[in-house]
């Protein structure tokens, strides 16, 4: 048996005919994103990996990139389909899917640079590791630039009922995202050998692959109190139906609020509620400004004899921007610490270069004052009569949820706790809200910090530190929580480690594109990926000579032939 034979590495050969190469990446797209909720398949982001890398396998990097795009846009127009019901129109929905899935394409184009790295030549599983981390820093890059990122259909996320998690702590989103990459990869390569009979191999492959994913449900989670425990409270007041103006809506929306956290204080009976959390947005007019308004406010504080947090809209005067802000309120003695939202949403809470961007859409102008982003860290201080001392929470607004600097900085900074308002009005019936609470639990699993996610209309839940949902509301209910949350300050290893697994990933990812680049400049037009050693140097007295002499004799015996 020859070399290639024993170590099956990279010359096997690919599955997909030709002809299927873009369905087989089509259907991996799809897969992957009914591993997301509402579906949760979890392990179908491994099997969508797996598409990916096979139907790449050996194209060119022009193929390679569209093919990423086909498996991109397969992966995002379904993910991401709320949209259209955020703002009544596909244009958004297509032009969003079409930008995240030039990434997947990035990725294409790259990995058939990286995988002609030498150090890559005939050693399958470390390409499979490769293209792992390859992947990863394509999405870091996606959840960062341009005017943010948009760190949504992390492959991180869709682990939030599987072994995985439990990674979480020790290197976040980088960490869990790669063993998905890579378990992905491994299934492709157990699927190569397979094709070449190659069973032994095609086990071996197989078995790492379900140790990947799976082993790591052994590791431990912490979920008790370190720093004692709050009964935190949280309303969810639903929305009246559309139609009346904004003023008279967003009155209506307090006054829901308020009548819930009367309710709460009612079913809370002689237990007495610590802390109580409104969604954002459940006072846009502020109450800071409004006597109407703090009135309600107040007295919604002062039924329950616990702090409020809130969500309200901050206008500075003479400045046409809005700040979109949490806020605690104490009945009696009015607002408190507030913290406004330094990630605010491009295109959905302002609009950069809106000239340009008019000339394309008119649907630039429905958002009319544009939110300017907060520069206050993500944490905010409440007092807890029952402790005797200020509580640090970790706080970030909606979509904050999926930015994890965001998030690690509260927690650094001392937060004992984690809370997401959001407000989910605009997405209907679809699956964001359950999208954004897998991120509220992977963010809990992460830090090891109990987690409060309130929304206006659902989905509504109380987190443990260990990701474990104690409480949860339904979709466009009026509906109250009470849970006993623990408070805890050690720090995970992943909120210690900080940036560095996603600079490390930067690091690892641009050496193999360059290495193989190098490598594929000196051998122009050959992919070294597919060849997994070098051939063999001859000796002084091998064959060659005599054969290439014959082949001088046969050229020689034909011309005067043909004259």
């Known amino acids: 048996m020859n070399a290639r034979r024993r170590n099956g590495g990279a010359s096997l050969p690919g599955l997909m005919p030709p002809g299927l190469v873009l369905v087989g990446a089509g259907v991996g797209g799809w897969a992957t994103s009914l591993a997301f909720p509402d579906r949760g398949w979890w392990p179908l982001a491994y099997a969508g990996m797996a598409c990916l890398l096979l139907a790449m396998r050996g194209a060119s990097l022009v193929r390679a990139a569209g093919i990423g795009l086909v498996w991109g846009l397969a992966f995002f127009l ?88 439990r ?70 007041g639903n929305v009246p139906q559309q139609g009346a103006d904004w003023a008279e809506q967003a009155r209506d929306v307090t006054a829901n609020h308020a009548q819930g956290t009367e309710r709460l204080a009612a079913t809370a009976g002689r237990r007495k509620l610590d ?19 703090a009135s309600t406010v107040d007295r919604a504080a002062a039924a329950v004899g616990a ?19 949490i806020i605690s309120w104490t009945a009696g003695a009015g607002s408190g610490d507030a913290y406004a939202k330094q990630h605010p949403v491009p295109f959905g809470e302002y609009v950069p270069f809106r000239a340009f961007f008019r000339q394309l859409t008119p649907l630039v102008d429905r958002v009319a004052t544009d939110m300017a982003a907060g520069g206050d860290p993500a944490v905010m201080d409440v007092w807890i009569d029952a402790l005797g001392r200020d509580v640090r929470l970790a706080t970030g607004i909606c979509f904050e949820v999926a930015y994890a600097d965001l998030i690690r900085e509260g927690v650094l900074d001392g937060a004992e706790l984690i809370v997401i308002p959001t407000n989910n009005a605009s997405f209907g019936r679809t699956p964001e809200s359950t999208q954004q609470l897998a991120m509220s639990r992977f963010r809990a699993v992460e830090h090891g910090r109990s987690t409060v996610q309130v929304s206006t209309v659902g989905v509504s839940a109380m987190i443990m530190p260990d990701g474990t949902v104690v409480a949860r509301t339904g979709l466009f209910t009026d509906e109250e929580l009470i849970a006993s949350l623990p408070l805890r300050t050690t720090l995970t290893p992943a909120a210690r480690l ?66």
């Not at 299934?187 to 492959?205: D, F, G, K, N, S």
């Not at 109580?276 to 409004?290: H, L, N």
């Open 78 to 165: 379904p993910l991401v389909h709320w949209a259209v019901q955020a703002t009544g129109s596909a244009l958004p929905w297509v032009a969003l899917s079409v930008f995240q899935a030039l990434y997947v394409a990035g990725f294409g184009a790259l990995w058939t640079y990286a995988r002609r790295a030498v150090w890559l030549t005939g050693r399958p599983l470390a390409q499979a590791v490769t293209a792992a981390v390859l992947w990863v820093a394509i999405e870091q890059v996606r959840g960062s630039w341009p005017f943010g990122g948009f760190p949504w259909g992390f492959l991180a996320f869709s682990q939030t009922e599987a072994p995985l998690l």
């Open 498 to 563: 900080g940036t560095t697994p996603q600079t490390a990933v930067y690091v690892l990812a641009a050496a193999a594109v360059v290495s193989g680049a190098l490598a594929g400049s000196r051998r122009p037009g050959r992919d070294r990926s597919r060849r997994p050693f070098p051939r063999r140097l001859r000796a002084a007295d091998d064959h060659a000579p005599t054969l290439r002499v014959r082949a001088q004799r046969v050229r020689a015996l034909r011309v005067p032939g043909r004259v």
């Open 307 to 325: 702090p409020l947090l809130l969500g309200t809209q901050r206008f500075p005067d003479g400045q046409d921007i809005r700040y979109n802000e």
């Open 275 to 293: 802390l109580v959390v409104w969604p954002e947005s459940a006072a846009d007019i502020d109450p800071r400004t409004d006597l109407a308004q």
């Open 167 to 236: 990674l979480a702590p020790y290197g976040g989103e980088v960490l869990v995202s790669a063993f998905v990459a890579v378990t992905g990869a491994l299934i492709a390569l157990a699927l190569q050998y397979l094709r070449r009979t190659a069973v032994i191999a095609a086990t071996r492959a197989l078995l790492a692959a379900v140790l990947l994913a799976g082993a790591p449900g052994r590791l431990p989670l912490t979920a008790g109190p370190e720093n004692g425990s709050l009964l935190v409270g949280a309303v969810q």
